[in-house]
């Protein structure tokens, strides 16, 4: 591994790991922060709930300011932002303090997520990212699996307030390392690149002594009107798919990202209060009011001259269902998981530890499978391997679905295994696709819209599990008598389609692509 690659992959990983860990840890501290600051449990909630609606609400816009003005600036600020946010909260006076700072918190979380997936799209060439997004996917398992273990012990002996102090340290040294690590453009020459030559922009007169046009040439001039009626279209949505092609705030869309950011934050919170007891009705109104803003976003992203989402990112088939499978496979984990603890604490009586240590497989087939996932894709490609751990992820789900109160260690075990298999193949393969297929000048947009998806889907599992188990008050706990893990089997099996849509073979590049629009008048092209 080369000297500059070496830090970039240890900021992404420790940023990614560090965000999970801060998750799971909060939920072990939740009930000792409510007893120490007074609290009722509806503003306990809000401390997840406030740090979610802002993470999921920013994510493309903060991918989008890394695209622009780069991964390593981005991250550093959110990094340094989420320690000194971590700090705060452990020093906070009131609950009202500790809800306003994990807001500030999830902001900076947005800011440093995109940027690890948008650092390592720039540091490796394409053809050698599976594995550093695999490391990257071990570390996210790891931590989580150990958080709530870490959370515990730091809770009972030192209080709540010291889980907030373990982010400090690590997101401190990373936010440091990253300013202090030289990144590459990421265009060769991004000057050169927004300002082709005539020559470079249509090679065919190089060749071509007597000017004669192309067939490209032929069938799209220059002043021919596009589908649109505006003459020079093409060339402005060339540049368009470019930020650093235009100067000014116009370039980052500050019109979608606000619409983005308001669509996503009511989706966040509409789920979330789906899931709470007496919730639904305002969980819905949330999420009608997401699909209204959601209309208005997608007809301003038409119109608007340097959209938010580039439009080739998201003609991208392999970016779109990579997109897809992740949601499909995070709504089902999640959800499982959901009525899987509740089944195992109160059905069957286990305290804490105990259903951590039955669902403990899960977390170590993630670690360990992380890093056997970029061979199997160099070996089958990139569909065969997803469609295999839709396959395993569905499986687990359905077993999970077949327990019943007598279920013994054993089956609990061996469906939290085929969970953890699944789910690890199809999030390193479909995230290392996302970030492969996007164009590197929009790479932070790319892995924005990962950690949206991987927000969202999780609010989607568990939204769907606790409106299902309402409706079977009496036996919904067990799984073989309820309706919600039949429903999640099926959004499990949603991934298996998404998955095929992805590319057969996995691209063995040795260099990185060149930059968008190599003919005159062409728009950026994405291969599918």
Known sequence: MSARRAPVLACSVVGAAVVALDGTVLTVAQPALQRDLHADIGQVQWTSTGYLV????????AGRLGDRYGHRRVFALGALGFAAASTGIALAPGIGTVIALRVLQGVCGALLQPATLGMLRTAYPPDRLGTPIAVRTAAIGLAAAAGPLIGGALVSAYGWRSVFLLGVPPTLAIGLLALATRERPTEPNRSHA??????????????????????????????EPSRSGAPGARYRTASAARPGAAGGLSALDPVGALLLAVTLGLLVHGLVEAARPGGASTGLLAVAGAVATGVFLARHQRRAAHPLLPPELLRSVPVVAGLAVLLAASAALFGSLFVATYFLQDVQGLDPLGCALRVLPLAALMVLGAPLCP???RRFGPRRTATAGAALLTLGVLLLARLDTTAGAAAVGVSAALLGAGFVTLMVTATSVVVHRAPEAHAGVAGGLQQTVMNIGPALGVATATLLLALVPDGGFVPSRGAALPALVLIAALAVPAALALPRAADRRRTRPEPPSPRAGGPACVRS
């Open 54 to 61: 802002a993470v999921a609400s920013l994510l493309v816009f």
């Open 194 to 223: 927004a300002n082709p030559s005539h020559d470079e922009q249509n090679p065919s007169h190089q060749r071509n002594p007597s000017h004669e046009p192309s067939r490209s040439y032929a069938a799209n001039p220059p002043h």
């Open 375 to 377: 061979p199997l894709q």
